[in-house]
């Protein structure tokens, strides 16, 4: 006899538990959402902008790259 779906995902999160995870519920904004595409790409100029704006930026940048990989010059 089939296992139902129900019962499959039943089991599927008592093993989770067992193995110390515990479910949690994650909103997100909603990609689907009119208007969405827009304000990423608003937000991304902004950012963009207040990147080259910023002269300490590039050197913290390379300085942790160097930190990260000594030979990456």
């Known amino acids: 006899m089939p296992v139902s779906s ?11 538990r067992k193995a110390g995870l515990r479910p949690v519920q994650l909103w997100v904004p909603d990609t689907r959402k009119r208007g969405f ?9 902004l950012a963009a ?14 300085a942790a790259l160097e930190d990260l990989w000594p030979d990456a010059s």
């Open 6 to 16: 129900s019962a499959r995902v039943q089991k599927r999160r008592t093993a989770l």
């Open 37 to 45: 595409g827009a304000k990423c790409r608003r937000q991304s100029r």
């Open 49 to 62: 902008e207040a990147d080259r704006r910023d002269d300490a930026l590039l050197g913290f940048m390379d």
